[in-house]
T-cell receptor, first 112, second 112 residues
Framework: NAGVTQTPKFRVLKTGQSMTLLCAQD?????MYWYRQDPGMGLRLIHY???????AKGEVPDGYNVSRLKKQNFLLGLESAAPSQTSVYFC???????????FGPGTRLTVL | GENVEQHPSTLSVQEGDSAVIKCTYS??????FPWYKQELGKRPQLIID?????GEKKDQRIAVTLNKTAKHFSLHITETQPEDSAVYFC???????????FGTGTRLTIIP
């Protein structure tokens, strides 16, 4: 099993450009999460999903959109990238909210 | 909402000594407290967790203690080794909530 995978690993954008980050899991998990990690600020939840077709806002949702069209995939979109969105993005999944969250390897995004 | 404070932000200990990292939480209804370890350039991984009906849990050289009255929980690492060098994150989830709130992290350095 691959576990949780993320695509791409690195990306550089110019301000105003758009992009989509893909998270995939092969563990049949219901719950999926998108976090951003910034120095000194820990992991902050952007959006999450409790099952196929559902999404919900986390702690820092502004400027991001998500979709969960298939159970195994969770997409994070940036419609108009800003330098403040320069960060490392981690996806995670869990069987239920009461179970361990498994993280992907991360995507390092730089917005110039 | 939930707030989790983590201290210290950096910690250096001699190899073989013990390390203690402490987190405090704001919501007395919190019932689940995991600890994640993140090695440099890697993804966060769960190392130990504790639920509110337990005061202490041990797994070889690591242990977590929970003081519900004071609303704090701590990670204890004994007989530290160079491979313990990493950033450690605490987190908390309160009853009925689907989300984890993470602390800001502690960078632990083991000095050979």
């Amino acid at each position: 099993n691959a576990g949780v995978t993320q695509t791409p690993k690195f990306r550089v954008l110019k301000t105003g450009q758009s992009m989509t980050l893909l998270c995939a899991q092969d563990m049949n998990h219901e719950y999926m999460y998108w976090y951003r990690q910034d120095p000194g600020m820990g992991l902050r939840l952007i959006h999450y999903s409790v099952g196929e077709g559902t999404t919900a806002k986390g702690e820092v949702p502004d400027g991001y959109n998500v979709s969960r069209l298939k159970k195994q995939n969770f997409l994070l979109g940036l419609e108009s990238a800003a330098p403040s969105q320069t960060s490392v993005y981690f996806c995670a999944s869990s069987y239920s909210y009461q179970n361990e969250q498994f993280f992907g390897p991360g995507t390092r995004l730089t917005v110039l | 909402g939930e707030n989790v404070e983590q201290h210290p932000s950096t910690l250096s200990v001699q190899e073989g000594d013990s390390a203690v990292i402490k987190c405090t939480y704001s919501d007395s209804a919190s019932n689940y407290f995991p600890w994640y370890k993140q090695e440099l350039g890697k993804r966060p991984q769960l190392i130990i967790d504790i639920r509110s009906n337990v005061g202490e849990k041990k797994d070889q050289r690591i242990a977590v203690t929970l003081n519900k009255t004071a609303k704090h929980f701590s990670l204890h690492i004994t007989e530290t080794q160079p491979e313990d060098s990493a950033v450690y994150f605490c987190a908390a989830r309160w009853t009925g909530n689907e989300k984890l709130t993470f602390g800001t992290g502690t960078r632990l350095t083991i000095i050979p």
